[in-house]
């Protein structure tokens, strides 16, 4: 009988699950820790920069969007008006420079009728300036160069005449629209593009 409490006895020592006395062999090295935090430093760094890049990449996107979509405007806006021009006294046949004045023939909504009109660049501000009644409304802004320039009299090209504007943002986005317009209601001779003489706009009713 003493046998069997002394086996019964050492079965109640024994734990459930050996396991608990065996050394404790499993876990991570000091290495293996640093190893591990220098991988996931160098994924989380790749990882951030191609946000950045990314990021970085569609802002430059965006401003150059905008900045092509303001030049563009503005450029319709003058090449409409100009179209319509009867006269024109700067620049001068074969010359160039940042203003263009002229006569329009027709009267709109904001023009009036042989009302004399000017586009100028002043200081980042492509302007529009009005005679009747005086009044100077901005067309584009961030504009860092406007050209204006008039064909030679003696290429038979002087009614041509080529605008050219950049924008420039501080950001270093940059965009350079280029177009050329003949007015319309200049005197024709056989080389002018416009029909010879047979095309002149017409008011709208």
């Not at 569609?58 to 009867?86: H, P, S």
């Not at 008039?150 to 009614?159: K, L, Y």
Request: hydrophobic share 40%; proline share 5%; charged share 20%.
């Amino acid at each position: 009988m003493q046998q069997g409490v002394m086996k019964s006895l050492r079965k109640s020592l024994v734990p459930m699950n050996p396991r608990i006395l065996e050394p404790l062999s499993k876990g991570f090295t000091l290495i293996e820790i640093i190893i591990v935090i220098v991988i996931l430093g160098f994924v989380s760094a790749i990882t951030i920069k191609f946000l950045t890049d990314s990021l970085r990449i569609y802002t430059m996107t965006v401003n150059q969007k905008t900045l092509f979509d303001e030049g563009k405007l503005a450029l319709e806006r003058m090449c409409r008006d100009i179209r319509d021009a009867r006269g024109i006294a700067t620049p001068a046949a074969g010359g160039s420079g940042n203003t263009i004045v002229f006569q329009r023939t027709n009267p709109t909504a904001h023009d009036g009728l042989n009302e004399t009109l000017t586009f100028r660049l002043t200081g980042t501000a492509l302007e529009k300036v009005k005679t009747t009644p005086a009044a100077t409304s901005p067309l584009a802004s961030n504009v860092s160069s406007f050209t204006v320039t008039r064909g030679a009299a003696a290429t038979n090209n002087e009614n041509e005449i080529t605008l050219s504007v950049t924008l420039l943002l501080g950001s270093g986005e940059n965009v350079t629209l280029q177009t050329r317009v003949w007015p319309k209601n200049l005197p024709r001779d056989t080389t002018y593009k416009n029909f010879t003489s047979y095309w002149r706009e017409e008011p709208s009713s």
